[in-house]
Structures are given as structure tokens and as C-alpha cells.
């Protein structure tokens, strides 16, 4: 069964720029969520939703937001980029949010 | 509060076993896990036991939880090189949070 997929891998903005990273989660998994890694700041929860509401959001700024579909894939967009967006942001899904999550290899932002 | 902490460097011979430790303190979380990142990507998902659990085993692993000292062990036996990668911990919470709280990882060093 194939796992979530995220996509672009890589992808390099200039600050000031949006972005729109995606998440297609497993087969069936209705809940998925967002983190942001960093070095500095390690793995921090972004959002979490689950038949397209938004059922928790972290402590970001309204620069972050996202979105789910009726088909549970999610977008995550990221408005006026700031050199410390720079990240790895990984997705997970899970069937209900409650149970084991799934993550995908990452989409690596780079602002400069 | 949600706080988790792991010490962050062990270093191991091929052939021993590892420990890993982790607390939490945060005594409403329903399952904790462990994730496995190699460099340049995403998490995955070893293994998870429910908070009424007090012990897991799959394979080379074992995970043991203390309850009363909110204290969580992940212990790979015949660690090969190929264990070598950095070990999160982490917590969720149901009920409406939805959410993992992660630490901030244990970079395991595998040598000869």
C-alpha cells in the first residue's frame, strides 16, 4: 500500500514569496497533520485535520495555513516567506488521529 | 505541560544493545512513540504502546514504560550499523488534541 506521499522534495523560494506544499496521505487515513523541523527549534506540531476541519492548530503565526479535500489530501501554504521558514515540513496521516502516524519523506524549503 | 526530553548522543558497538531513554510529563497522553530519522529524511515510525501498556517487544526492539516516573525506553538489541540515525520520542494526546509532542532526538553512533 503506498505511503504519504509529499510533494515537491525540494523547493527554493525567495523571501517575501508563498508557498503551497502538498500531502497525499495513505489510503483511507482521514486525519492528517503538518510539522515543521528545524535545528533550532527540533519538530513542532503545525496543524492537524481531519475530514477537512481544522481540528487543532499549533502556535505559528497566520502566515501558515492549510486545507484539506474531500479526497483527504492536504495543502499546506506558507504567505510572505521569511529566511526562518527554512525547514524540513513533514506530513503525517493517521486513520483517526488518535492511532499510529504515517509520515512522508519531507518537503525541504529553502528561503533566501 | 507537554515536555519531552531525551539525552542527545549515545554511541554503541556493533553487536551490544542500545538503550535509548526518554521522559515526558504529560501524564494525559494516550500513546507514545518512537521515530527513526536517517539523514535527508522523513520519520519512521518504529513502534508505539498505549499508555496502559507497560512493556512491547517487536522483533529487536523493546520498548518499556514506567508510568509512575513518566519514563519511556526504547532498547535495540544486536545494534548494527545500520541503527545508526537519530531517535525521537514522542507523545499524543486524545480528545481533541490530535497532535505528537516530539523531543528533541538521541543521534545513535553505531562503530566497529
Known amino acids: 500500500k503506498a505511503g504519504v506521499t509529499q510533494t515537491p522534495r525540494y523547493l527554493i523560494k525567495t523571501r517575501g514569496q508563498q508557498v503551497t506544499l502538498s500531502c497525499s496521505p495513505i489510503s483511507g487515513h482521514r486525519s492528517v497533520s503538518w510539522y515543521q523541523q528545524t535545528p533550532g527549534q527540533g519538530l513542532q506540531f503545525l496543524f492537524e485535520y481531519f475530514s477537512e476541519t481544522q481540528r487543532n492548530k499549533g502556535n505559528f503565526p497566520g502566515r501558515f495555513s492549510g486545507r484539506q479535500f474531500s479526497n483527504s489530501r492536504s495543502e499546506m501554504n506558507v504567505s510572505t516567506l521569511e529566511l526562518g521558514d527554512s525547514a524540513l515540513y513533514l506530513c503525517?496521516?493517521?486513520?483517526?488521529?488518535?492511532?499510529?502516524?504515517?509520515f512522508g519523506s519531507g518537503t525541504r524549503l529553502t528561503v533566501v | 505541560g507537554e515536555d519531552v526530553e531525551q539525552s542527545l548522543f549515545l554511541s554503541v558497538r556493533e553487536g551490544d544493545s542500545s538503550v535509548i531513554n526518554c521522559t515526558y510529563t504529560?501524564?494525559?497522553?494516550?500513546?507514545l512513540y518512537w521515530y527513526k530519522q536517517e539523514p535527508g529524511a522523513g520519520l519512521q515510525l518504529l513502534t508505539y504502546i498505549f499508555s496502559n501498556m507497560d512493556m512491547k517487544q517487536d522483533q529487536r526492539l523493546t520498548v518499556l514504560l514506567n508510568k509512575k516516573d513518566k519514563h519511556l525506553s526504547l532498547r535495540i538489541a544486536d545494534t548494527q550499523t545500520g541503527d545508526s540515525a537519530i531517535y525521537f520520542c514522542?507523545?499524543?494526546?486524545?480528545?481533541?488534541?490530535?497532535?505528537?509532542?516530539f523531543g528533541a532526538g538521541t543521534r545513535l553512533a553505531v562503530h566497529p
Open positions: 514522542a507523545e499524543s494526546f486524545s480528545g481533541g488534541y490530535n497532535k505528537l509532542i
Open positions: 504529560d501524564s494525559s497522553s494516550t500513546y
Open positions: 503525517a496521516s493517521s486513520l483517526s488521529g488518535d492511532d499510529g502516524y504515517t
